[in-house]
């Protein structure tokens, strides 16, 4: 599985709490199954679904090692390693490595805005420790920069940097990358929303955590893709857009801890100070899953 | 022909000027025709491309005429008549439906920032004076006025307001028009580099100014979205996607001009203070012109 | 007063409509009359609170005149000449000019974005064309152009454009401007909340329609900055702040408009697309008025 | 000093480190103890300044402690205790009580955009924990929150949040925050740039790093504004504007480690990924501290 490109459905498993703010693993364990099984081409750990800068380094490595344990090689793990210092991202990204998964993906979150040499640098520092591929993450609503093509492009020359996760919601930068990169680098969409036209501008995967509640529609969507039917993707999409849409716009940890809630699956708890949805947000969120269902 | 909603490539013509910056309605009608005989399923004189705020009274009125005259009934007319004042919105409306266009275009341009409720009471003003159908453009960019979607929802409700232009360039907002009226509205794509995901997300049209350079290109693309060939509209769209940026980049009566005489073709001059490209930008614009010949 | 700087409070007429929609001259002058016996340093018919762009040719020439004919020289006149192309620019440059006005304003409208080159070729085709004093007016809000420092410094090395106008409701760009260019160029806050700040800086002048209703206190607050009394200017301005907010949120032709009517004045009517202020906004804005009358 | 609100400039002190990137506990002693000398009102260790996101919990600890003994109680100590976690943020805030800080500064860090109500839950959650007073920071920037002047408004009804610091760059909530809250909140300036205009809208004191390199003039300011001397203010703002800009621009600790280069202090090294400024940088900013000296 070492240095192969990720493709398809890469589903984000949440972290799961305990009553006591506490990292429950063998819950985590759980609901990272039900990805497995429910047919996701990759998982993905660690990423913003699972809360990671609200973790430290023990729970963080905990995670990883957990899901190395629980996956059994039965599909790739994509883990995060971001970290606001370059000491603490190579840290994690060598336990990563060593823990066994297959790649790892780094957003350069900031506290300060980086330059682009600062941020070449830190994704420099990271992959000439490890050997594993390196997915980089342009998400500037969570992490405060927002990496242009150009530095993307830069960035692509380091060997083990191999994908492109893009999050700013913006097509154009899709097609950007595929018009630039073509074949030599593939570009993941971490968009909910934009799913279909990404797909439409050649992606070569999706990242989300709409699989801990749709898997089959996220997978159908991406068959149809492959299917070349350009009709049925677009029948599939509008009807999952309102969830992906609702995911997004709460928050992926709440939304989907309160989506499971709605399907009787335990998601444990959140850590503070992210807080439950509110009883008519949840109403919401039944409604959309009803509609899905019934359809 | 009256009432069928448009469909397919609605193309827009440049309005060409003498030396003297005086409208030349003769070259005007040549480059129609080329439109035409290409094969675009519509044309639009008076849109952005022809720069129709920059026109008299007078003017506008000989434009429409002569856009009549050329086409004779071949393809549907879809007429500019938006205005600053409702007073003057109302006198083209009626001219242009005098003349004997299908459809007219009306972006509420605004100087000071209207509400929504003057938006619609502009747009019901219009409608209650005219008989044909009317495209309600929503265009952030020239207008200023970003109209919500739910304002497109209050103003769909005028009956014969049955058509959205949509050029926000946010694939999300032409989600929202599907998912939201379906069949009950068509929207229409007036972002060039958005062609694939306005197609991937169901638009019924495509209006752009690029069948004035590329017509064949442009059609390609939309027959294969008809034949449900996803990979061959990837493949076409990929193709042309450096000229739809080039000329949404540099402003579209600059960059159509600039084309033309590219490709020998009498394009006319520009009123001020629009000014010609660069020659730098005229030969950016050329090796565009020639990647895409040559493939 | 050729070539004079301005300076003190600019004040803005509305443009007064009767119930037809036709221009009320007559209601013009009296509604100037009151701008200049308040004490206003001088007025400037034909901006955006005088809606200029909703007028026509014969309309804004009249404006002109009668404004020329009722100041009789008591106070400096700058009158707006923007205009989408060049042509109409000079025509009613040329025609201020002729009518008799201190200085013009020019605000580079557009709709298609112009190019810095475009631009200033713009100013400098008017400027060749009159012998008095420009204005350089910066407000991408209502021009959808955001003129940058840099292009603002090519635009004052044409001799007569002397003044520049900040609108854009960031003072650093007033910091700038007056490092820059020192005692070379005045520069004048076209932002009414921004007024205190605006003098911090070194405004020459404050453009506003505020005058209209409370021009005691704008007044004196020029006043107290002339008079390097810092606690005065804060207190003076927290005590109109409220209005001024209010003004440019619902729109200075509406918000002048409804608060002459609460003082009794005879304001006349709006051109359409704008409406009157709704019941309630009008009876927020007769509260904010209460208050500052009381205290 | 318990209790007491803050006033004046409080200085920012950078955290510097050895070449093996480990804090220098006795280097920032000196450097701490060159802004106390200087004449700052108040130290503020652990700011963005001090990059405190960087450091890990023993760090932050031994930074505070550190603080506390150099300053002795000759100036106000506030103490950054910001965390992304609830739980982690108190037990910081608990610490900087306990070592004897004067009051914290908090700013809720995000990665997940965190609703108002979060917001509240984790301020007061805080703030029940301890005595001291608060500080609630705004900074869109680096948090990649802006807090609304409505949800200022609810977390300054928590008792011992008793000081504002607001850092979005606009001036205008600095208006709100004064109009609405009068006396009884007091708010800082944390923009530079908009050192003159904060002063100008009544702030009671400017959080800033540039006392590092020109405290002199940065008193001297505030001295002008509390004399009510507005010219003098603004000389000595136009004096200084330069060098504002850049530490900002360059980001406060690079250009802050560079000046103290310049100016022949010792200021450490950076941790990674922030790297120093490059030569041009360097070169840009001496010509900037040697024309503020010879003026």
Redesign the interface.
Known sequence: MKNTKLKGIIAYPITPFDTN?KVDISLYKQLLERLIVSGSHAVAPLG?TG?M??LNDEEKEAITEATVEQVKGRVPILAGVSN????RTIYHAKAAEKAGVDAVMII?MS?????D???V??YD?VASKISIPIMAYNNP??A?IDMSPALLKRILEIPNVTMIKEST?D??RM?YL??EFGENAAFYNGSN??A??AF???ASGWCTAAPNLIPELNIALYNA?QE????E??KLF?KQ??LLRFIVEK????AIKAGLTIQGIDGGHL?????PLTERESSDLSSILNLISSN
């Open positions: 703010e913003s809360v800068p609200y606001l210092t370059t000491e350069p506290y300060w805005k980086l330059s040499d600062e941020i640098k830190h520092a609503a969570t405060g919601g097509v154009q097609h595929k018009k929303p934009l279909l036209s439409a501008a050649g893709v070349n039917d350009f009709q993707a677009q509008y857009i309102n928050g992926l940890p709440r850590r503070k100070p992210l807080e």
